[in-house]
């Protein structure tokens, strides 16, 4: 605090703690499937397969952006900001929004979309407010408490479905050949996540693992980040019918067998 004015925020100050409710995390499995012999040593084979996680962990901010209404126009921060990113989205220039032009200046709306265009074009209001309190162009406690930056902590507020269905195609060896066909349509849907195995999203350089709403779990509700609708895959394995016993050199000499009899192709 300076001269009564806390400057936590444009010194990047934050805290990290961990909820003292803090759960357990568990998930629910289910599956189910059937097989079926088919004519020429095929086997058919399908499996529903589920689970949903539960109490996992996620990040939440305490001092999460604030949806602050603009006392002169009425107009709340995120419909302002809003309607920028859907106009640098679309490539046209933003109406003026009245939030912005009341609080920052007149043109306001205009400067944000310019100099700001990057976190606007992803929606990201969190760092977008935090910049323009961090550089004086938003009054003290405007979008963003001046204390801390954020106030992080662990929680149990994430959570993930996951529904597929498993198919394959198996043929069983029989002259000298055998695979496997398998496809999978599947939908992994969450409120946070991030492409790697990585909880604090440090291998997507942080820009996943958090609740966007510590209030409301469910309103970044969508696709996992690593969510795959289709997947194909197979995998072969062929005899080549050369060597001893084989369609093509049964009698030849053990010496020449061991160098070229004997031998597969496979390949996945």
Same mark, same amino acid.
């Given at each position: 605090?300076?001269?009564?004015?806390?400057?936590?925020?444009?010194?990047?100050?934050?805290?990290?703690?961990?909820?003292?409710?803090?759960?357990?995390?568990?998930?629910?499995?289910?599956?189910?499937?059937?097989?079926?012999?088919?004519?020429?040593?095929?086997?058919?084979?399908?499996?529903?397969?589920?689970?949903?996680?539960?109490?996992?962990?996620?990040?939440?901010?305490?001092? /999460?952006?604030?949806?602050?209404?603009?006392?002169? !126009?009425?107009?709340?921060?995120? =419909?302002?900001?809003?309607?920028?990113?859907?106009?640098?989205?679309?490539?046209?220039?933003?109406?003026?929004?009245?939030?912005?032009?009341?609080?920052?200046?007149?043109?306001?709306?205009?400067?944000?979309?310019?100099?700001?265009?990057?976190?606007?074009?992803?929606?990201?209001?969190?760092?977008?407010?935090?910049?323009?309190?961090?550089?004086?162009?938003?009054?003290?406690? +405007?979008?963003?408490?001046?204390?801390?930056?954020?106030?992080?902590?662990?929680?149990?507020?994430?959570?993930?479905?996951?529904?597929?269905?498993?198919?394959?195609? &198996?043929?069983?060896?029989? &002259?000298?050949?055998?695979?496997?066909?398998?496809?999978?349509?599947? &939908? !992994?849907?969450?409120?946070? =996540?991030?492409?790697?195995?990585?909880? !604090?999203?440090?291998?997507?350089?942080?820009?996943?693992?958090? +609740?966007?709403?510590?209030?409301? +779990?469910?309103?970044?509700?969508?696709?996992?980040?690593?969510?795959?609708? &289709?997947?194909? =895959?197979?995998?072969?394995?062929?005899?080549?019918?050369?060597?001893?016993?084989?369609?093509?050199? !049964?009698?030849?000499?053990?010496?020449?067998? /061991?160098?070229?009899?004997?031998?597969?192709?496979?390949?996945?």
């Amino acid at each position: 605090v300076t001269n009564g004015v806390a400057q936590g925020l444009a010194q990047n100050a934050f805290t990290y703690n961990f909820d003292n409710t803090l759960k357990t995390p568990y998930s629910e499995t289910i599956s189910f499937g059937i097989q079926r012999e088919l004519p020429g040593n095929f086997m058919f084979e399908t499996t529903y397969f589920g689970r949903f996680g539960r109490r996992l962990l996620g990040q939440a901010d305490a001092g /999460q952006v604030t949806n602050f209404i603009d006392p002169a !126009s009425g107009q709340s921060l995120s =419909s302002a900001f809003g309607a920028i990113t859907q106009a640098v989205r679309a490539g046209t220039t933003p109406t003026p929004q009245p939030f912005f032009e009341n609080q920052i200046f007149p043109g306001g709306t205009q400067f944000v979309a310019g100099a700001l265009s990057t976190y606007v074009a992803k929606g990201d209001i969190a760092d977008a407010v935090d910049l323009l309190g961090i550089y004086g162009y938003l009054a003290p406690g +405007v979008g963003l408490g001046p204390q801390f930056v954020g106030n992080i902590y662990i929680t149990n507020k994430s959570f993930s479905d996951y529904n597929g269905l498993l198919t394959s195609l &198996h043929k069983k060896l029989s &002259h000298g050949l055998q695979f496997d066909f398998n496809y999978t349509y599947s &939908h !992994s849907i969450d409120n946070t =996540s991030v492409p790697g195995n990585n909880f !604090s999203g440090e291998s997507a350089n942080f820009s996943g693992g958090m +609740v966007c709403d510590a209030n409301d +779990v469910r309103r970044c509700r969508g696709n996992s980040e690593f969510d795959m609708t &289709h997947l194909i =895959s197979g995998d072969a394995v062929y005899d080549l019918p050369v060597g001893r016993g084989r369609a093509l050199g !049964s009698n030849m000499p053990r010496v020449l067998n /061991q160098i070229i009899g004997g031998w597969q192709l496979a390949g996945i």
